[in-house]
DNA sequence: GTACAAGAAATTGTTGACAATCTTGAATGT
DNA sequence: ACATTCAAGATTGTCAACAATTTCTTGTAC
């Protein structure tokens, strides 16, 4: 066991491990119902263990650890039903961050939305999936980030944590492109045409649409 | 400092003491702003300084607690701002609820659902607000209950727990049952027709009329 | 009188050691 | 061969001491 990849010279602080960890979790090095065995963790990135112990605490609130008492934490592992829940909730608070976007948004934002619908197009046209994922997934940061709603968009960036593996899986899905291609675009042109109702409707459908899928897959 | 109504002989434990300071927090014995000194707590409540940063590091997550790099925790105080945009969150997600209970309501329950209905006219007219304000709340655990959604559930609890002080004052602002009650009823009455379209309706204009009062008591 | 600087006090951050608990596996009896 | 008991090892839970940082106080120069 070394350090992978930290700064070697110092330890690392509680908040650093944080990061890490959480890095290692949603980036898929800690698998599912591993174990997470307090100095183990310690000896492989360095820390001590009482910091190691702070981190896993913190990431069990966030949901991305799972502790029972007197045996130790593993990585959570999240059931296709709960990956359903995680995007219904998703499709409640981006519909509504969608809401406040059509709302808010300003006409250079409206101008910068426009012009990804045309990159999304282009990238489905050429069966550019990296785009297309790359262009999805700016879509739904910016409609967030225009909507200035903070504490839905910590909630939504949380739970999106969590259900990461299965989001993966999805865009990998053939066919999939051409059915969330309209919905991508219909959410642009009701965020941008300042209708707040149109825009949080074709937000909740389009993740819905999502949440079908990965319900599908299970079945 | 002596310890407070807790079990005097052993000390407690992590899980014991962020219920502790989380009651103390929501229950308002520990007011906004104020300063959470580690060896302060572990005096008073009779715990190790160890253990009461483990509970305060849970509280941070929750949303309870703010902490700054080496300056210590304080009760986090939550902005009028921040409370409109809890209960806009709340709204999305309990209209997600009351979507889900809408289609799962058994006649048992509908009928409970009915004969809360009757108690809240009763309480309004007799101008029992105690016994209106217990209706209300619940009601809204009901209707989260049925909707069986444990993401949705436990995100709405957590954030109930950090604007709970607004909710506290609005339950006395007079007139807001003759508001409120048609709302109420709006909301049992599509949740028991399997109406999920119009009970989500009803729940996300209930809890956004709510958003509106706490806008209006700031300006 | 005010601004600045240095030291003291208070407070947080980190660590290693010890205690409590759970798990594993061998020994024993039936 | 199988179940039971019990001891050894592994792991987590708790604590108190130490280090680092911030804040407060005091003294001094201008």
Redesign the interface.
């Given at each position: 066991m070394e350090t992978l990849g930290g700064i070697t010279g110092r330890s690392l602080t509680?908040a650093e491990l944080v990061d890490v960890l959480r890095s290692a979790i949603v980036g898929g090095d800690l698998v599912p119902n591993q174990r997470l065995v307090e100095a183990d963790l310690a000896a492989e990135y360095g820390a001590s263990r009482g910091n190691i112990r702070?981190a896993l605490?913190?990431l069990t609130?966030?949901g991305l650890v799972e502790r029972v008492q007197n045996r130790g934490a593993r990585v959570r592992a999240v059931s296709v039903e709960?990956a359903v829940?995680?995007t219904?909730?998703r499709?409640?608070?981006e519909?509504?961050c969608a809401r406040k976007a059509a709302e808010r948004i300003t006409a250079d934002e409206a101008a910068e939305l426009q012009k990804l619908a045309g990159r999304m197009k282009d990238a489905v046209e050429r069966g550019d999936r990296d785009s297309y994922s790359e262009c999805n997934q700016i879509l739904h940061a910016r409609v967030i980030d225009i909507s200035a709603?903070?504490?839905?968009a910590a909630?939504i960036h949380r739970?999106r944590g969590q259900a990461v593996r299965f989001q993966f899986r999805l865009a990998r899905q053939p066919g999939r492109p051409a059915v969330s291609l309209p919905q991508h675009l219909a959410i642009i042109d009701a965020v941008c045409a300042h209708n707040p109702d149109a825009a949080a409707h074709a937000m909740r459908v389009h993740l819905e649409s999502v949440a079908d899928v990965i319900r599908s897959t299970h079945t």
């Open positions: 509680v702070a605490a913190e609130v966030e709960e829940e995680i219904e909730v499709a409640a608070l519909a509504l709603q903070q504490t839905a909630t739970l």
